[in-house]
């Protein structure tokens, strides 16, 4: 979100309109008429991603050449999207993150929102279009072997991770 953040400050809603909304509803900035048989809401949420990469190559790159450690982590982090020569260094590591309990998503949604974040309170209005990203992201994961993550809890997500990073690093 910091980089899509960073994005939206420096490129106008005029040159991309798409990038200035949730990612649930992106597609309602763009002429999708032209695709009616793909989903709406992953063509917008494609348009969105593919931007806020660019951003998040950049900082990979730079991350790499500075020798510094970064974790980046987002729901625009597409599996497949990155370029391959960054995702094949030795310093890059990809993993999914998704929450497959659909009352436990929908909690952790509805706990946001109740934070008052102007964003966040649309969550449970568009929940089926997040719920078909999510999907969207566990199939790249997949079709990019991908390792996925299953957040639902949190200290077991972690483990998770911390042992393919370590698995996979030494």
């Given amino acids: 979100?910091?980089?899509?953040?960073v994005l939206r400050v420096t490129i106008s809603e005029d040159l991309m309109p798409s990038l200035h909304t949730s990612s649930y509803i992106a597609y309602k900035k763009l002429?999708?008429?032209?695709?009616?048989?793909?989903?709406?809401?992953?063509?917008?949420?494609?348009?969105?991603?593919?931007?806020?990469?660019?951003?998040?190559e950049a900082a990979i790159e730079q991350t790499i050449d500075d020798?510094?450690?970064?974790?980046i982590e987002g729901v625009h982090l597409v599996p497949g999207l990155i370029k391959k020569k960054m995702i094949k260094h030795d310093a890059v590591v990809e993993i999914q993150l998704v929450l497959i309990d659909e009352e436990i998503h929908r909690s952790r949604l509805a706990r946001r929102e109740s934070k008052k974040n102007k964003?966040?309170?649309?969550?449970?209005?568009?929940?089926?279009?997040?719920?078909?990203?999510?999907?969207?992201?566990?199939?790249?994961?997949?079709?990019?072997?991908?390792?996925?993550?299953?957040?639902?809890?949190?200290?077991?997500?972690l483990q998770v991770m911390i042992n393919?990073?370590?698995d996979t690093r030494t």
Avoid: C, M
């Avoid at 020798?67 to 974790?71: K, Q, V």
């Avoid at 969550?123 to 639902?152: C, M, T, W």
């Fill in 164 to 166: 393919y990073i370590w």
């Fill in 31 to 56: 002429d999708t008429s032209f695709l009616p048989v793909l989903s709406q809401p992953l063509v917008g949420f494609e348009e969105q991603a593919r931007s806020v990469v660019v951003g998040v």
């Fill in 119 to 157: 964003r966040a309170t649309t969550y449970s209005e568009h929940f089926k279009e997040i719920r078909e990203i999510q999907g969207y992201l566990i199939e790249q994961a997949q079709s990019n072997n991908v390792p996925i993550v299953d957040v639902s809890d949190d200290e077991d997500a």
């Fill in 67 to 71: 020798g510094e450690i970064l974790i």
């Fill in 1 to 5: 979100d910091l980089i899509r953040e």
